[in-house]
């Protein structure tokens, strides 16, 4: 019962090919985001969904595209991969559907490691 | 969006008492202040958060001050297994949910 699982947790893959990283979460929340973590462990948002809806889109190449079918699913899908691309990309979710006092911890998946060879 | 600063890397030894702090010069009146933890090969995971004075958990605590420019992120006793990441995140919770940024983080390494 993983609260927020993604799939799969390794990929490795040749430059030019296309490739979609799975999400899910089951803790009911509304908001889902990427986040990319380079080798020097900085992480960068990419993609903020509020309800199946695009609240955040940080300055990433349109190879990479979000989609969201449902609340507790969002699939990251990247076109024409290109060695800069390898990291390892973390899929989150938040309680926040906007407004409001509570605490807006996010909850993060185990993250894939992505290499473009 | 307020930008963090933080020590790059941070070490100490077990039993010590670890303060590792965040400047957000720019913080803005809705900005709350959020620490997460980073194991290797794992994603972050919530520590703490707060908005201002202090606030204390079972795990840490935010000492946050007055002008909350910065905050300061206390681990009491630390052990081994306290090596890891920490990141500091400020942001808007409400309106704004999800567009928080996260620092750059701090390398903490605990010693025998």
């Known amino acids: 019962d993983t609260a927020v699982s993604q799939t799969p947790k390794y990929l490795v893959t040749q430059m030019g090919n296309d490739k979609s990283i799975k999400c899910e979460q089951n803790?009911?929340?509304?908001?889902m985001y990427w986040y990319k973590q380079d080798s020097k462990k900085f992480l960068k948002i990419m993609f903020s969904?509020?309800?199946?809806?695009?609240?955040i889109n940080e300055t990433v190449p349109n190879r990479f595209s979000p989609k969201s079918p449902d609340k507790a699913h969002l699939n990251l899908h990247i076109n024409s991969l290109e060695l800069g691309d390898s990291a390892v990309y973390f899929c989150a979710s938040s309680l926040a559907s906007g407004g409001g006092t509570y605490t807006d911890t996010q909850y993060f998946g185990p993250g894939t490691r992505l290499t473009v060879l | 969006l307020a930008k963090t600063t933080q020590p790059i890397s941070m070490d100490s030894y077990e039993g010590q008492e670890v303060n590792i702090t965040c400047s957000h010069n720019?913080?803005?009146?809705?900005?709350?202040i959020t620490w997460y933890q980073q194991f290797p090969s794992q994603g972050p995971r919530f520590i703490i958060q707060g908005y201002k004075t202090k606030v204390t958990n079972e795990v840490a605590s935010l000492f946050i001050p007055a002008d909350r420019k910065s905050s300061t992120l206390s681990l009491p006793r630390v052990s081994l297994s306290d090596t890891a990441v920490y990141y500091c995140?400020?942001?808007?919770?409400?309106?704004?949910?999800?567009?928080?940024?996260f620092g750059d983080g701090t390398t903490l390494t605990v010693k025998p």
């Open positions: 969904y509020n309800n199946k809806e695009l609240i």
């Open positions: 720019n913080i803005a009146t809705n900005d709350y």
């Open positions: 995140l400020v942001g808007d919770i409400g309106t704004n949910a999800g567009k928080s940024t």
């Open positions: 803790l009911g929340h509304d908001t």
